[in-house]
């Protein structure tokens, strides 16, 4: 038997657990890296150092590999178009990932089949955006470059048009959407195979810092069951209308006055579902995988009543693995993971998970860990 060759476009740590879940299946991978250094090149046995902008590059890379797919959404759309015609599944493909590329392309689409969005529109420049916030409620207004922001980068919130010069001087469309009053971040979870079968993950709480995911609390606590199985509904929806294949990170606001509102889509796995790693039973990442090479995906519900993740930023005290004695020692269930990056204030590093049925101690396990490892936290 010929086990295939998954070809993973991306270094980062996306793809360095993604071939983790590979692995049990004996599924091979290619990987295409920026730097021999990158979170999956030290773990990935099969990797080229290239510019995954470059269209020959990828070319090349792609030959041997029996399916391409990604830990980022920035390979240009022409080239991903170039591959296919080349005859190399690209999954997800094109017309589904700049979905995920382009945030003036996403908000036409939603609108189109129906979805659920805040109140947006593509601004020209800063007296547009004016223009925009006195159609709605005025400002503070949210300012997005339509491509390449991730983590907070790229977003503005702007509170006058005098504000609002910054997004313009990247040379990009930027979209323009009304501050949503939310009560809290969710996130739907789906993954899709070629063949359509589809598997749905509990709805999820987000909690960000500064811009940046900190805890995911799965499932999503005290959330109304019609809600959480319309979120879901919405996600897999998504999923067919785009035509998506792999997993879908559906982002979500809960509005104050009961609705859910689509933030950004994800086309990869995505840090709203780490939890799934030790906390269900199929990850995403496996069922990533699994659905890119169509083969039959896997469980996705939770193992234990609650799941908490907290992501292990970057702080003053580069020597985490010292600090590992003592958060092993107690919570032996403690489930660390580190993507092998170096320690800088405010980078992902790697994250926790914990789990059990009562909700305040996995989240009291969880932050412990995650601020001990990252040095605000020192008993």
């Known amino acids: 038997m010929t086990f295939p060759v998954v070809g993973m476009v991306g270094g980062g740590q996306l793809a360095r657990m993604t071939h983790e879940a590979g ?18 090149a030290q773990v990935v046995s099969d990797v080229v150092i290239g510019d995954y902008r470059d269209l020959d590059t990828l070319r090349e890379f792609a ?31 094109p017309d589904a990932l700049v979905h995920a590329q382009d945030k003036g392309v996403m908000r036409a689409k939603l609108d189109a089949i129906g979805v659920p969005c805040p109140r947006h529109r593509i601004v020209s420049d800063p007296q547009d ?3 925009f916030a006195a159609e709605g409620d005025g400002f503070p207004v949210v300012l997005k470059t339509v491509r390449g922001g991730y983590d907070g980068k790229g977003v503005w919130v702007v509170d006058s048009a005098e504000e609002a010069a910054d997004p313009f001087r990247a040379g990009v469309p930027v979209l323009a959407e009304e501050k949503v009053d939310f009560l809290r971040e969710l996130a739907a979870n789906v993954v899709r195979s070629p063949h359509g079968q589809a598997v749905a993950y509990p709805v999820v709480e987000s909690q960000q810092v500064n811009g940046v995911c900190d805890t995911v609390i799965a499932p999503a606590p005290d959330l109304d069951e019609a809600l959480a199985l319309e979120a879901s509904e919405m996600a897999l ?4 209308e785009l035509g998506v294949v792999g ?6 606001f809960q509005t104050r006055d009961g609705r859910i509102l689509v933030n950004e889509l994800a086309m990869r796995p995505h840090n709203s579902g780490h939890w799934s790693m030790d906390g269900a039973v199929t990850s995403q990442f496996a069922n990533h995988v699994r659905a890119v090479l169509d083969l039959p995906l896997g469980d996705p519900r939770p193992r234990a009543g609650w799941t908490v993740m907290v992501n292990v930023l970057g702080g003053d005290y580069p020597d985490m693995y010292s600090a590992y004695l003592h958060c092993m020692a107690r919570d032996p269930q403690l489930k660390i993971h580190m993507y092998g990056k170096d320690v800088k204030p405010g980078r992902k590093v790697g994250h926790v998970n914990t789990y059990g049925d009562d909700l305040d101690d996995v989240l009291e396990r ?3 860990a995650a601020g001990y490892l990252r040095g605000t936290i020192t008993e």
């Open 366 to 368: 969880a932050r412990h």
């Open 23 to 40: 692995i049990p299946l004996g599924i091979r991978f290619k990987l295409l890296s920026d730097t021999p250094q990158d979170s999956a």
């Open 247 to 252: 997993h879908l990170a559906v982002e979500l």
């Open 237 to 240: 929806n998504i999923a067919k």
């Open 129 to 131: 955006v004016a223009a």
């Open 63 to 93: 030959r041997g590999c029996d399916v391409i797919t990604f830990d980022h959404e920035h390979v240009p759309t022409e080239h991903l178009r170039a591959l296919e015609a080349d005859g190399i599944p690209v999954r997800p493909g």
